[in-house]
């Protein structure tokens, strides 16, 4: 038996914030899924910041605050994924984006979001992951001449060692 559709597990409120933020989102070819229980829509990288900004500024999902950006190393491509809230109307949204493992860069969403700016300048110590118009890509996490980026599963620790 094969195991079930994780939209078809979403609750009824759930499964209308994901099938508005498809409607909301159809000019950027969303697929739709779901993360546990949060509904997800996946977009073209080109097209986060585009809708992103749709997100927010729309009055059903009012998706005014970013909660979280992570970025997840599949080895052969990285995914970014946008934990987006609305406080007004106590819901979710996860918005994801796939950017290639060779060359990973998409634009920012610092623009839309302020509280991007310190996550993008974690995924970029991290990962390598470039941000397109971010204004200040810094080192975070890291010092300036640290050499690689220690979250990707291909950076070598050296017999790293706790204590």
Same mark, same amino acid.
């Given at each position: 038996?094969?195991?079930?559709?994780?939209?078809?597990?979403?609750?009824?409120? %759930?499964?209308?914030?994901?099938?508005?933020?498809?409607?909301?989102?159809?000019?950027?070819?969303?697929?739709?899924?779901?993360?546990?229980?949060?509904?997800?829509?996946?977009?073209?990288?080109?097209?986060?910041?585009?809708?992103?900004?749709?997100?927010?500024?729309?009055?059903?999902?009012?998706?005014?605050?970013?909660?979280?950006?992570?970025?997840?190393?599949?080895?052969?491509? &990285?995914?970014?994924?946008? &934990?987006?809230?609305?406080?007004?109307?106590?819901?979710?949204?996860?918005?994801?984006?796939?950017?290639?493992?060779?060359?990973?860069?998409?634009?920012?969403?610092?623009?839309?979001?302020?509280?991007?700016?310190?996550?993008?300048?974690?995924?970029?110590?991290?990962?390598?992951?470039?941000?397109?118009?971010?204004?200040?890509?810094?080192?975070?996490?890291?010092?300036?001449?640290?050499?690689?980026?220690?979250?990707? %599963?291909?950076?070598?620790?050296?017999?790293?060692?706790? &204590?």
């Amino acid at each position: 038996m094969p195991p079930p559709d994780p939209i078809e597990l979403l609750a009824p409120a %759930r499964r209308e914030i994901l099938d508005r933020a498809v409607a909301l989102l159809a000019d950027y070819s969303p697929v739709p899924g779901a993360l546990g229980d949060l509904p997800q829509v996946t977009v073209p990288a080109a097209d986060i910041v585009s809708a992103c900004v749709a997100c927010r500024d729309d009055d059903a999902l009012d998706c005014r605050m970013l909660l979280c950006l992570a970025c997840v190393d599949y080895e052969e491509r &990285f995914e970014l994924v946008y &934990f987006l809230q609305s406080l007004a109307r106590e819901q979710s949204l996860v918005v994801k984006t796939e950017v290639p493992y060779d060359s990973p860069a998409l634009p920012s969403v610092s623009v839309v979001w302020p509280a991007a700016d310190w996550y993008e300048r974690e995924a970029h110590d991290l990962f390598g992951v470039a941000f397109e118009d971010h204004p200040d890509l810094s080192p975070l996490l890291l010092y300036p001449e640290f050499d690689g980026y220690p979250g990707r %599963r291909s950076y070598d620790f050296y017999e790293y060692r706790e &204590f």
